[in-house]
């Protein structure tokens, strides 16, 4: 998994561009703009996926706003608070009670268990 986030800088045109691992960890982090960017691969050839990316977010409206663009499946990550960094508060949130939880009437297994009566059937008789 691959996500990325964009941001403006304060020069129009051109952003920032950060790539995180599935544990959000900032793998590297570039400079672009929509004709250069500064990775590796953009100093070599005329375009990489930071320079496509760039158009996605500005589609999606996802500059800035924190949002992670998972570039291979084009998922939407939602944005996390990365400093606060604890996890235990989302943890502490009661869990919803099973809304489709069974009946508590208990299981008939009495009125099936029980023999039947088979002694007034015979007195019946
Ligand atoms: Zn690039």
Redesign the pocket.
């Known amino acids: 998994m691959e996500l990325y986030n964009l941001k403006t800088t304060k020069t129009p045109g051109v952003f920032i ?1 950060t790539k995180f691992d599935k544990h959000l960890e900032v793998e590297s982090s ?1 400079i ?1 703009t929509y004709d250069d ?3 590796p ?2 100093q070599a050839h005329s375009n ?4 496509t990316m760039i158009h996605i977010f500005k589609q999606h409206k996802h500059v800035d706003d924190g949002w992670f663009l998972d570039y291979h499946t084009r998922q939407w990550v939602p944005p996390v608070d990365l400093d606060t960094n604890a996890p235990e508060a989302h943890e502490r949130e009661p869990a919803p009670l099973p809304a489709a939880a069974a009946p508590v009437d208990p299981p008939p297994a009495v009125a099936s268990g029980a023999p039947k009566p088979r002694v007034l059937g015979l007195r019946g008789l």
């Open positions: 561009i570039y672009l960017c500064h990775c691969r953009g990489c996926r930071h320079r």
